[in-house]
């Protein structure tokens, strides 16, 4: 009878073990990333710190959906469940957070994650020169329409008809008289 247990056991721990690696193996295979990635941080996990970066200097902050440690390199990670396609706004996104990693952590990632969709698809963004200037120049565009309160709106009829501020936007208001 206790070998009976003791069989049952083992192979109740084996059973365990194997449905792990396929849970571990699965999840994955829905991320995109490999067994040699490291997770350094989450946003929302508790067994993860979460990494805001806050930069004085470069008048920037941001907090990546995933830090990931690849061939020594932190990496950001941003996840757009709802997204169909790769947009501007998500690339100087991911670029800002490799502006503010290579700050706080001391060396520049060459490239980034943008995971889009419900079935995950990873997308690789490089950190190159071009893409860095690009960014500038949207930052500078950016900080000269704050300074100088020239901001432009650009409404779109769709989007503002389901806006809870619309009945105090200029913009709007022009757009649908």
């Known amino acids: 009878m206790a070998t009976e247990w003791v069989l049952l056991l083992l192979l ?12 571990v193996a699965a999840q994955r295979e829905l991320t995109g990333f490999e067994t040699e990635t490291t997770l ?21 902050a941001g907090r990546p959906d995933a830090i990931i440690v690849e061939n020594g390199f932190f990496i950001p990670v941003e996840r757009k469940p709802l997204a169909k396609k790769l947009r501007d706004r ?5 670029l800002v957070y490799m502006r503010l990693i290579e700050e706080f952590e001391g060396k520049k990632p060459p490239y980034g994650y943008v995971i889009l969709g419900s079935k995950a698809r990873k997308l690789r963004i490089e950190n190159s020169t071009e893409r860095q200037e690009w960014l500038s ?5 950016m900080n000269e329409s704050i300074r100088t309160g020239t901001a432009t709106p650009d409404p779109q009829t769709d989007k503002c008809k389901k806006c809870d501020v ?7 208001q022009q757009q649908i008289q």
């Open 40 to 60: 350094v941080s989450v946003d929302g996990a508790k067994s993860y710190p979460t990494r805001e970066y806050v930069s004085e200097l470069q008048g920037l």
């Open 12 to 23: 109740a721990g084996c059973t365990a073990i194997v449905l792990r690696r396929a849970f």
């Open 90 to 94: 998500y690339v100087a996104q991911l």
């Open 137 to 141: 120049e949207i930052l500078k565009n």
């Open 166 to 172: 619309n009945q105090s936007c200029n913009a709007f």
